[in-house]
């Protein structure tokens, strides 16, 4: 699976959109794109995955640029509870895929 | 539906015991995995195993051995504790196949070694 990149750590304002962003510039054409986060000390948690397109669900926003090598997860109105490490990992479908990496992520501070 | 159930939650083992933490999954998944993290550290995988009966070493295997018996249970050893194993230990598992799988934690294990 494809290495990334990401800043150590990122403040947002309580409200605000809070972007944060991701480099996978060795990423091949069949590995996606995982957001998961983990607050405090809990299990880390899923948040959305893409391949190409953008994508959206309920908790953010993924968006991949064109020649995939980064992403930015956007979350719209950040709120104290998304204090949080965000980590973003690659990954490829389909059987074969088995080391799963974790780099540090990005500690993102959401302030009141 | 529970998910990745990990037990115990927390234990205190002295230099030298032994222990051996479970992780069961109830979503039929493949793969399973255990991670460790240790303070302001990201995750690092120790072992993992893509199916019954199957284990492989990860990146800190070290000091630790696993069995897969039986597909819904992965359980993680520690023959002879260290205080550098000292930390959280995360089970996740994920199903195989083409498309996207989301990877499933449990909610930690807090192993102490004095």
Redesign the interface.
Known sequence: DAKTTQPPSMDCAEGRAANLPCNHSTISGNE?V?W?RQIH??????II?G?KNNETNEMASLIITEDRKSSTLILPHATLRDTAVY?CIVRV???GS????????TKLSVIP | NAG?TQTPKFRVLKTGQSMTLLCAQDMNHE?M?W?RQDPG?????IH?S?GEGTT?K??VPDGYNVSRLKKQNFLLGLESAAPSQTS?Y?C?S?A?????????????S?LTVL
């Not at chain 2, 195989?96 to 930690?108: C, I, Y």
């Open positions: 996606y995982y998961y000390s809990q299990g880390p948690q899923y995955h391949l980590y479908s389909g059987a088995y080391q799963l990496t974790f780099g540090k992520g | 990745v793969y995995y991670y550290m990201g995750l690092r995988l993992y893509v492989a990860g990146e959280v995360f996740a994920i195989q196949g083409a498309g996207a799988n989301v990877l499933t934690f449990g909610a930690g807090r």
